[in-house]
Nanobody, 118 residues
Framework: QVRLVESGGGLVQPGESLRLSCVAS????????LAWYRQAPGKQRELVAA???????NYSHFVERRFLITRENAKNTAHLQMYNLKTEDTAVYYC????????????WGQGTQVTVSS
C-alpha cells in the first residue's frame, strides 16, 4: 500500500520560513517524480515544485526563488523549504508522487496546512 505522509505545516508570520517533509512508502521512490501542490480556499490545486528521481526540478513562477525542493532518496523523503513566506502562500500543501510513463500511477498525501499571517 502506497502512503505519502506530509508534515511541517503551521502558522508563521510573513517573511518567516517553513520546511515541509513528505515520507513515502510502498513505492519505488527513485522511479517517481515527487511534487508539492497547494490549494488555497476557493482556488484550484496548483503545482508548486517537482523533482525527479534524477534530480531535475521544476518550479512554478510564483515561487520566485523563495522555495527549494529536495529529496533524500535513501530515506524516501522529499522536502519543500520555503523562505520569505507571504500571506498569499497560505494553503493546504500536498505531496504527490507520479510514476510517469504511458500508464502513470499517481498518489497523494493528506495535506498539511500552511498559514501565513501577521
Amino acid at each position: 500500500q502506497v502512503r505519502l505522509v506530509e508534515s511541517g505545516g503551521g502558522l508563521v508570520q510573513p517573511g518567516e520560513s517553513l520546511r515541509l517533509s513528505c515520507v513515502a512508502s510502498g513505492l519505488p521512490f527513485l522511479k517517481y517524480v515527487l511534487a508539492w501542490y497547494r490549494q488555497a480556499p476557493g482556488k484550484q490545486r496548483e503545482l508548486v515544485a517537482a523533482m525527479s528521481g534524477g534530480g531535475k526540478t521544476n518550479y512554478s513562477h510564483f515561487v520566485e526563488r523563495r522555495f527549494l525542493i529536495t529529496r533524500e532518496n535513501a530515506k524516501n523523503t522529499a522536502h519543500l523549504q520555503m523562505y520569505n513566506l507571504k500571506t498569499e502562500d497560505t494553503a493546504v500543501y500536498y505531496c504527490n508522487a507520479n510514476s510517469g510513463g504511458q500508464e502513470p500511477r499517481d498518489y497523494w498525501g493528506q495535506g498539511t496546512q500552511v498559514t501565513v499571517s501577521s
